[in-house]
């Protein structure tokens, strides 16, 4: 079990949040048909290149699924060959566009133009902390954090990690993962082994984002050794790509084409949907899953299709994704926009992470029965499966063990959809790991999560109904599957 007690610190002053990924202009062109063939690539092109002279002269469209004459290829076999030339009509706008609102009207009055939308920011779906501490300075000898690690505890505490640990292939080898989100902090005491760095993007510079990337990393692939934290799956071999500079989309479909099937992609990321503004309060309700943007349900969609297991954070907006609300088709979105939350035929394939409360007293805190939904959740029907959003400690943040070098930072205070996901991703990872050769498909392993695990639990005013899913359960998983 986790110590619960708790290394005395002190507070210090409040620190400012991740700063925001820019807003994206979101292009999509009229569709050639379903199929790639020498027509419709020279239809796209043409397309492309009628609508860059209509755009500033120091912007320019960028195929979010390029290259194109490759594209076919690398869908060929998969469940989305036979639609692959609908992925030829999505395009980012990079460079210096101005007002991106009044391009974006301007394109959609162009016939070659089906839809053109601004994407609101990426931002990071952490949960704010309880308490806002800083520690004393790294000793010499970083100590073993494991004991307060709960989450890699049997079930129902945690996710039966260390079970895992001890099955041939269970620290995760083999398997390939890439988080999608700002920057990260790979030269971290505790990221040493199997790390492959950032591959795409441009990091950011911003310590919230770097912090928060390489918390993520921690959770997963932490060394294993007898100091710091030890990772899920530490034998995973984990990589990054950033949004900054490539927006969301085309991160994941570079991370797609990286990776194999039964590999796991990691989309850390959340937006403020369509009821942010519902109470005008400068937080992160209504804030909801990035699949609900066309661009990145497609990329999304591409990845399962190729037979990446993709997770991705619900988001923090404390929102019911099976509202209404969700089904209404915003006016600047493509006419054949299906609502991704309703599932069946709109469904994205990825698994869905809401976050659930740690076991009561962890670290010296309650955040209300364990496995019950944390009030700052989204739920829903979507939902496949929750993680810790409270108490996980990992590398990055400084207020476990702080001073003044980042490479001996750790936290034990991780939060949010944020750190909820990674322990998904880590579940995912060592159970691939130990089916080897024989990995399962993104379909079985949803099945898997929702099937098996540890049960949601309810509490006053946040029922089971308010569906997060259960808590993975490694034991349970290998005996289904």
Not at 181 to 190: I, L, Q, S, V
Not at 212 to 224: M, N, P, R, Y
Not at 289 to 308: L, Q, S, T
Request: hydrophobic content about 35%; overall charge negative; charged content about 20%.
């Amino acid at each position: 079990m986790a110590s619960t007690a708790r290394p005395s610190r002190q507070r210090r002053p409040g620190v400012p949040g991740p700063a925001v990924a820019p807003a994206e202009l979101v292009v999509v062109t009229t569709s050639a048909g379903p199929r790639i063939t020498p027509i419709a690539l020279r239809e796209n092109r043409s397309a492309r290149a009628h609508l860059d002279r209509i755009l500033p002269d120091a912007a320019h469209l960028v195929p979010i699924f390029g290259p194109d004459n490759r594209l076919a290829a690398r869908l060929a076999g998969t469940p989305q060959a036979s639609a692959a030339c609908d992925y030829l009509s999505y395009f980012t706008v990079q460079g210096q566009a101005g007002d991106l609102g009044e391009l974006a009207d301007r394109l959609r009055r162009d016939d070659a133009v089906a839809a053109a939308y601004v994407k609101p920011a990426a931002e990071l779906p952490l949960a704010p902390l309880t308490e806002n501490v800083a520690a004393p300075d790294a000793p010499a000898v970083t100590p073993d954090f494991r004991d307060r690690q709960g989450y890699l505890d049997a079930a129902p505490t945690g996710i039966d990690a260390a079970w895992a640990h001890t099955r041939p292939g269970g620290l995760g080898a083999g398997v390939r993962v890439i988080d999608i989100e700002g920057a990260w902090r790979f030269t971290h005491e505790d990221l040493r082994q199997n790390q492959g760095g950032v591959i795409g993007g441009t990091s950011s510079t911003d310590l919230g984002w770097r912090n928060h990337g390489t918390a993520v990393a921690g959770e997963i692939s932490g060394d294993l050794n007898a100091v710091g934290v030890t990772g899920i799956a530490p034998e995973a071999h984990i990589r990054a790509i950033s949004v900054f500079g490539i927006g969301s989309a085309t991160a994941i479909r570079s991370a797609a084409d990286t990776l194999d099937p039964g590999d796991v992609l990691l989309i850390e990321l959340h937006r403020p949907g369509p009821r942010f503004d519902y109470r005008g309060q400068p937080d992160q309700r209504g804030y909801i899953a990035v699949e609900w943007w066309p661009d990145d349900f497609a990329a999304i969609r591409y990845a399962v299709g190729r037979g990446i297991v993709v997770v991705e954070a619900a988001g923090n907006g404390n929102e019911n994704l099976d509202d209404p609300v969700y089904d209404a088709r915003p006016g600047d979105f493509p006419a054949t926009w299906h609502n991704p939350f309703r599932g069946g035929s709109a469904d994205s394939g990825a698994v869905l992470v809401g976050a659930g409360a740690p076991p009561p007293g962890l670290h010296g805190r309650d955040h209300g029965p364990a496995r019950s939904r944390l009030p700052f959740s989204n739920y829903g029907a979507r939902l496949d499966v929750q993680g810790w959003g409270r108490e996980v400690t990992t590398t990055g943040y400084g207020d476990l063990q702080g001073g003044g070098d980042e490479d001996l930072w750790y936290t034990d205070e991780f939060s949010g959809t944020s750190s909820a996901s990674p322990i998904v991703v880590g579940a995912v990872a060592a159970y691939q790991g130990i089916r080897g050769s024989n990995r399962a498909t993104p379909d079985e392993i949803r099945s898997l999560l929702r099937d098996t695990g540890s049960p949601q639990t309810a509490v006053p005013g946040r029922p089971a109904g308010q569906r997060i899913g259960n808590l993975p359960d490694l034991r349970a998983m290998l005996g289904r599957g």
